[in-house]
């Protein structure tokens, strides 16, 4: 009888530990910030056609927490392009943002290609600058 009560024990122990880890997304202190900047191109598949770069204001940014499959949330950026996600726990996070199509592959949306960046949050409360993600456009 006393080694089912430790079994039983033992187990509820293990549960009470594993059921506390949290995975990536909201309920932290942390924060994960960055720019959008936009180029401008005659031809988007070629580089020298440039024209000039604007910031990415009014751009949909958009978060994938952790293993998850669709976006977890999305923001907005500010007239300077910037923005950011607070409130975040640790773990690892995919950030994206949609720009013109660079590749000249044809049959692929001209106007839905995802400019990526993978993020880890390490700490407690860290903020994570992810910098400048260049999107693109046609003038």
Known sequence: MKLKIAWVTAFAVVVSFTSCVKEAGEGGYATIYGKIEKDYRL???NPASYQYTVPGADEEVY???GDDKSPSDRVWT???G????ENLRRGSYEIYVYSADTTGV????PDLM???MKVEI???DEDVNVGTM???GRP
């Open 63 to 65: 978060i994938v927490y």
């Open 78 to 80: 500010n007239y300077n």
């Open 43 to 45: 031809i988007t598949s």
């Open 114 to 116: 995802a400019i990526k």
């Open 106 to 109: 044809t049959g692929v949306d």
């Open 134 to 136: 260049t999107i693109y």
């Open 82 to 85: 910037e923005f950011e996600f």
């Open 122 to 124: 390490e700490g407690r």
